[in-house]
């Protein structure tokens, strides 16, 4: 399947892009004949990629527990400004282990316990007062994780902060309940992936529901789809919305206000790596890349991955004109950001329907984009 054409259409001072496919047979499955060893790019991408990248949010977020204790046990300017520093790591490790949202993190609902936003600023206070607060419930997802310690840690001035975190007992208590949670859940996944899903990843080397290559496509597009090109900037600029007036309130860690854009392009980095085999930690260098070049000189092998390969530059650049806060650049620039928006859905196109369809993956999510 490939992008037949690419309709601008201008409505106003809003820029859409809509995507024309034909041939939508990229949701099936089936093994492309092809003597690409997959075995080896799936023990790459466990042991240099996946494995470090929980071994980095496992320590994010112990030291972000650590930091959390100190301060609640000492508030002081000093105590807020180290646990914040910690908190922004730990916003930023997490854009190395969200694509990885299958198998264990997908079974803990990591990716919705961790980093769903906006957050519910009301839900978070209430919770604050509940004795009996439980993490992970279906209806509190958007009052936990990193929103609620981005807006709890940044709600308002540095003296402010301590002021309430010394006046409320309660107030510190929770932001211990929340750091815990996060640490704990990060150890558990890891232990998962540890004591046997590992083994289970590299192991299945089809290219049917349920293989290594399968999970890990499909929570890489769904990730990228929905959680960095629609969440990160779509809703935040009114692309996304019917109206399309921008929600400012929408971007990733609003509180801190500094770091929306650098975590955007965190985000990017780590999908740009895993397509082209660059680890978290070693020297490999298996891609996808090398994966569809495998597939020789055709419009699903070597042309695909070198239109890939163009749109991740064109991508970059377009995310280095976004400029901080991104909540005031969304409203003050929205056609740029709405042109910024299109580069991350043309990689939607080219990932998704073309490379999956290449590869004989079957998609198994549904969106509700059309795309």
């Known amino acids: 399947m490939r992008l037949s054409q690419v309709n601008l259409l201008i409505t106003g001072a809003a820029a859409i892009v809509m995507f024309t496919i034909t041939g939508c047979g990229g949701a099936g499955g089936g093994d492309p004949q092809n003597d690409f060893d997959r075995g080896p790019l799936l023990r790459q991408y466990a042991d240099q990629s996946i494995l470090p990248a929980y071994e980095a949010w496992v320590e994010a977020t112990a030291d972000l527990h650590l930091r959390a204790t100190e301060m609640v046990s000492n508030a002081s300017p000093e105590s807020l400004t180290a646990t914040r520093t910690s908190l922004e790591n730990a916003f930023a490790t997490w854009q190395k282990v969200m694509l990885y949202d299958f198998g264990p993190a997908m079974d803990r609902a990591l990716l919705q316990t961790t980093n769903t936003f906006p957050v519910d600023t009301g839900g978070v206070m209430e919770d604050v007062y509940d004795a009996n607060w439980v993490a992970g419930t279906p209806a509190s997802l958007d009052q936990m994780g990193l929103p609620a310690l981005d807006f709890l840690l940044f709600h308002g001035s540095t003296d402010q902060v301590v002021s309430d975190i010394e006046s409320n007992v309660m107030l510190g208590e929770h932001v211990l309940r929340l750091t815990g949670n996060l640490a704990d859940e990060a150890v558990a996944v890891q232990s998962l992936w540890n004591s ?114 163009a749109q991740l530059v064109a991508t970059e650049a377009a995310l280095e004109e976004l400029e901080s806060p991104l909540s005031a650049y969304v409203v003050d620039n929205q056609n740029e950001a709405f042109e910024v928006y299109a580069e991350l859905q043309a990689l939607v196109v080219l990932w998704k329907l073309d490379m999956m369809s290449a590869f004989g993956v079957a998609v198994t999510y549904q969106d509700n984009d059309g795309d």
């Open 196 to 309: 046997g899903f590992r083994e289970t990843f590299v192991e299945a080397t089809g290219t049917d529901v349920g293989s290594g290559i399968g999970m890990l496509l499909n929570a890489f597009n769904r990730t990228w789809e929905a959680n960095v090109r629609k969440e990160k900037l779509g809703f935040p600029a009114g692309i996304s919305t019917f109206s399309q007036t921008p929600l400012p309130g929408h971007v990733e860690a609003p509180f801190n206000g500094s770091i929306s854009v650098s975590l955007i392009k965190g985000a990017f980095a780590s999908y740009r790596d895993l397509y082209l085999g660059t680890p978290v930690q070693g020297d490999g260098s298996l891609g996808l890349d090398d994966y569809l070049r495998s597939l020789g000189n055709a419009e699903y092998g070597e042309q695909l991955d070198s239109d890939i390969q």
